[in-house]
């Protein structure tokens, strides 16, 4: 059975930092790309980044690019996001997942449950002004 678990959320000041943790178990780790989504009370999904199941390529969407870090731990078996310089408009519940499918480029597709393998229960980031 696979199990999906994120960890790392909280309160922060805006300009600060959070690094979230996610582990999987229950699969074989270095077979499938990785992602993060979130979403906020009233809001769509958003997909924000994803890497390759070699760690190689990354994508990022813009919201986040240039101020988020995606990384795996593969002897870990552990995803990782480092988030800093973090905003207001960052607050929302951040989920990892397995995606169905992977792009070349490193993009994949996160923005349904119907376009993920696995997804975990999300952690909350909230980004006080």
């Known amino acids: 059975q696979v199990q999906v678990t994120e960890s790392g959320g909280g309160l922060v000041e805006a300009g600060g930092s959070l690094r979230l943790s996610c582990t999987v178990s229950g699969l074989i780790w270095n077979d499938y790309a990785l992602g993060w989504f979130r979403q906020a009370p009233g809001e769509e999904r958003e997909g924000i980044s994803c890497?390759?199941?070699?760690?190689?390529?990354?994508y990022y969407a813009d919201s986040v690019k240039g101020r988020f870090t995606i990384s795996r731990d593969d002897a870990q078996k552990t995803l990782y996001l480092q988030m800093d310089n973090l905003k207001p408009e960052d607050t929302a519940k951040y989920y990892c997942?397995?995606?169905?499918?992977?792009?070349?480029?490193?993009?994949?597709?996160?923005?349904?449950?119907?376009?993920?393998?696995?997804r975990g229960q999300g952690t909350q980031v909230t980004v006080s002004s």
């Open positions: 890497i390759s199941w070699s760690g190689l390529a990354t």
């Open positions: 997942a397995v995606p169905r499918a992977y792009y070349s480029g490193g993009h994949c597709a996160l923005e349904s449950d119907a376009d993920l393998l696995h």
